[in-house]
């Protein structure tokens, strides 16, 4: 009757450590596990268990005071007395293990230089929602993912987590001698967490600050072992979510859970970013039928069929090469004459379905550019006569961080000297049309009568950026000037792609562009 069985904490049924390793080796151990598994008849102490299914790692305090020798009656009594023993027991150790970790780890290297200097944390929230390439929902603690797991900030509104390993930097000294700056993967990364105003929350503030509804003040801090991992993901620091909970989280729950007096040793060694070196990202949209807001404040509409060049950024010592493109339509001829229902057409003629997912978001890790791609909030098309399928516009966000030298405001004047002091390359595309231009762009909210299906923006938009046999008219091409490459990536696959090739929607991609409806050609 396993609904009404109930497991006492307080009692183990059968050791596997001696009375002296219980009161000496037990501590040594950070974290464990729940395992279930079957039981051999008559099985001897030491023996191994079969195998079963184990949990994820646990903390181990509640095991602390089960049938310790050191507590009246081996910590298995009930009284309120010998609750408040069993407590202050856990307390005392919780210390111990708290000063232990702090020396071992103040051993360490300071990665903190690495983490505030490379990936310091967005000042409001806001920032961090539009910095996808950087920045992502925690799996944990946002209000996307947030689950019962979340223990470690459950004073914050939402938290956000870096996309990518944290990237150290030093200064060239090798064979080369050159003295510049080189980019390295590190195992460190980066958590922020804001308060219910959309502020990022500081360590500095925890002693002080008490938050609505009894809930700790409780900020991000940067963690030593990176939430998913690091390449070859198998040694110190570099399993997902185990070294993490070891070295980053667990030393949390001893400093500030339960002991007292202690968390500030432990937001000694992990304080939290103070957003004194973030500089926000340059992000641009594509909306619906053509409406372009590009990364340097351009507005246009433009929505010539076939497959353009959104952003190209040639290969540096800094940045890997970075070749995104867009597929454009028109809207295609999908009207449908019901009258031919149920005589020469079946029902299953006249629906298309929009095989769309809600969000796809993709981060290019070692560029760190975030490309999100969802379907348009649109009218449901299936209500307008005539028509019987969804639109399927979709919408694009794009965001390029600071070390290319975009200017977000679109202050094109200063592009230059940001392009010469970070030593980046010319970006361009239909995210950034125009990057040789100097002068500022107008910071209207609004579209010019200009900007709207501009005839001269069009032909210098199919001239550099159009794949050459791509558009609706396959003898038209653009003059994709050489630092652009003219491959069309659409119906190209590289090597590490062909094993995709396998599922049915590989030929998505190699279809052709859609037959526009009559009123564009006439």
């Known amino acids: 009757k396993a609904q009404e069985e ?59 005071t089960v049938e310790q020798p050191s507590l009246v009656n081996g910590g298995a009594t009930d009284t309120n007395q010998h609750q408040a023993e069993r407590l202050l027991f856990v307390e005392q150790k919780a210390t111990e293990m708290c000063h232990d970790w702090y020396d071992e780890d103040g051993a ?23 910095d996808i390439g950087r920045f992502m929902p925690h799996p944990r603690c946002s209000q996307l993912f947030r689950d019962i797991t979340c223990t470690s900030t459950l004073g914050a509104q939402n938290c956000y987590m870096s996309a990518q390993n944290v990237y150290g930097s030093h200064i060239g000294s090798g064979s080369t001698g050159d003295g510049t700056t080189s980019r390295f993967a590190t195992h460190y990364g980066q958590v922020c967490c804001y308060d219910a105003q959309e502020k990022l929350m500081q360590t500095s503030y925890q002693p002080v600050v008490n938050s609505p509804f009894g809930e700790l003040y409780s900020p991000g801090f940067p963690m030593r072992a990176y939430e998913f991992g690091t390449s070859p993901f198998q040694g110190q620091y570099e399993v997902p979510a185990l ?18 007096h202690r968390c500030q040793l432990f937001y000694w060694r992990r304080p939290s970013s103070g957003c004194q070196e973030y500089q926000p ?36 010592v800094h940045n890997p090469e970075v070749n995104i493109q867009i597929r454009l339509e028109r809207f295609p001829n999908r009207k449908v004459d019901f009258s031919l229902l149920g005589d020469s057409m079946d029902q299953e003629e006249l629906v298309q379905l929009t095989n769309a997912t809600a969000e796809v978001y993709v981060v290019l890790e070692k560029a760190q550019i975030g490309v999100r791609i969802r379907e348009s909030y649109a009218i449901d098309i299936d209500r307008v006569p005539g028509y019987d399928e969804s639109m399927g516009l979709l919408d694009l966000a794009i965001s390029v961080p600071p070390q290319y030298g975009v200017q977000p405001d679109g202050d094109k004047t200063r592009q230059q ?68 490459p003219s491959e069309n990536l659409f119906t190209s696959s590289r090597d590490a792609d062909k094993k995709f090739e396998g599922f049915p929607d590989v030929a998505l991609k190699n279809l052709p562009i859609y037959k526009s409806a009559p009123r564009f050609d006439t």
Request: hydrophobic letters at 35%.
């Open 6 to 64: 109930r497991i006492t904490l307080n009692q183990v049924e059968h050791w596997f450590l001696s009375a002296d390793e219980r009161r000496t080796d037990l501590f040594t151990y950070r974290m464990g596990y729940l395992k279930l598994a079957p039981i051999r008849p008559n099985q001897a102490q030491g023996d191994a268990l079969l195998s079963g299914l184990v949990s994820s790692p646990v903390s181990l305090h509640w095991l602390w």
């Open 108 to 130: 360490q290297w300071n990665f903190i230089r690495d983490t505030e200097m490379n990936a310091s944390c967005p000042c409001v929230e806001a920032q961090a929602k539009l």
């Open 243 to 260: 070294s993490g909970f070891y070295h980053d989280l667990m030393p949390y729950f001893f400093c500030c859970k339960y002991t007292k």
């Open 281 to 316: 990202s340059a992000t641009g949209s594509a909306m619906g039928a053509g409406s372009f807001n590009t990364i340097d404040n351009e507005k246009f509409i433009f929505n010539e069929p076939g497959v353009f060049t959104l952003l190209y950024i040639p290969k540096t």
């Open 417 to 484: 000297d940001a392009r010469r002091q970070s030593d980046s390359t010319k970006i361009q595309g239909l995210m950034r049309p125009f990057p040789d231009t100097n002068a500022a762009t107008s910071r209207s909210s609004f579209l010019s009568q200009s900007e709207v299906n501009s005839e001269s923006i069009r032909q210098q938009l199919i001239a550099k950026y159009l794949i050459p046999g791509s558009g609706n008219k396959p003898e038209v091409g653009g003059t994709q000037s050489r630092e652009i």
